[in-house]
Antibody, heavy 121, light 109 residues
Framework: EVQLAQSGAEVKKPGESLKISCKGSGYSFTNYWIGWVRQMPGKGLEWMGI????????RYSPSFRGQITMSADKSISTAYLQWNSLKASDTAIYYC??????????????WGQGTLVTVSP | EIVLTQSPGTLSLSPGERATLSCRASQSVSSNYLAWYQQKPGQAPRLLIFGASTRATGVPDRFSGTGSGTDFTLTISRLEPEDFAVYYC??????????FGQGTKVEIK
């Protein structure tokens, strides 16, 4: 069974750094693109970017480029989303999701449960 | 960047009624690479439709997707109690970002 297990909720202060994770299981993690999606409180879904764990090729949304870093450790089937300096506006639920093939022009077929990030003084 | 505009923002219907949700793109969606997702409160989104009209595994046949180019529709033929949720369209045919629409909430009338 395909599963994406995300790390737990985080409470941080503005200016702090953070790295959240998404561990894939039940499939060949290396061969499927993983994406990240932001959902701010009470709002819709925003596509942040995708990473191919096999070679760490990344594609960022222009809205998020320079604000976040996506990475992956294929040895432990885990993708990461990282901030160097959080802002209050980063408060949101962050979902990881999988593309159903090695082709990134495909929908997200499996989703993690989401990680709530709260940034508050 | 392709902008997706969903309408209406909220749809108030009763169980058993038909729901018609619209998703309009600011430019043609390549190869009809358009998906629909359902999201219930406190849950992650769930893929319903991809390629504009193909149901994902396990999705009931009361859900159907149509459209091409810039105009797409998700139809729920007869609303079941579990169908009241927020629905998002997403295009995945263009260079990043692979944008989502702002969502349509289907609520119980």
């Amino acid at each position: 069974e395909v599963q994406l297990a995300q790390s737990g909720a985080e409470v941080k202060k503005p200016g702090e750094s953070l790295k959240i994770s998404c561990k894939g299981s039940g499939y060949s993690f290396t061969n499927y693109w993983i994406g990240w999606v932001r959902q701010m409180p009470g709002k819709g879904l925003e596509w942040m970017g995708i990473i191919y764990p096999g070679d760490s090729d990344t594609r960022y949304s222009p809205s998020f480029r320079g604000q976040i870093t996506m990475s992956a450790d294929k040895s432990i089937s885990t993708a990461y989303l990282q901030w160097n300096s959080l802002k209050a506006s980063d408060t949101a639920i962050y979902y990881c999701a999988r593309h159903p093939s090695g082709f990134d022009r495909s929908p997200f077929d499996y989703w993690g449960q989401g990680t709530l990030v709260t940034v508050s003084p | 960047e392709i902008v997706l505009t969903q309408s209406p923002g909220t749809l108030s219907l009763s169980p058993g009624e038909r729901a018609t949700l619209s998703c309009r793109a600011s430019q043609s969606v390549s190869s009809n690479y358009l998906a629909w997702y359902q999201q219930k409160p406190g849950q992650a989104p769930r893929l319903l439709i991809f390629g504009a009209s193909t149901r994902a595994t396990g999705v009931p046949d009361r859900f159907s997707g149509t459209g091409s180019g810039t105009d797409f529709t998700l139809t729920i033929s007869r609303l079941e109690p579990e169908d009241f949720a927020v629905y998002y369209c997403q295009q995945y045919g263009s260079s990043p970002p692979r944008t989502f629409g702002q969502g349509t909430k289907v609520e119980i009338k």
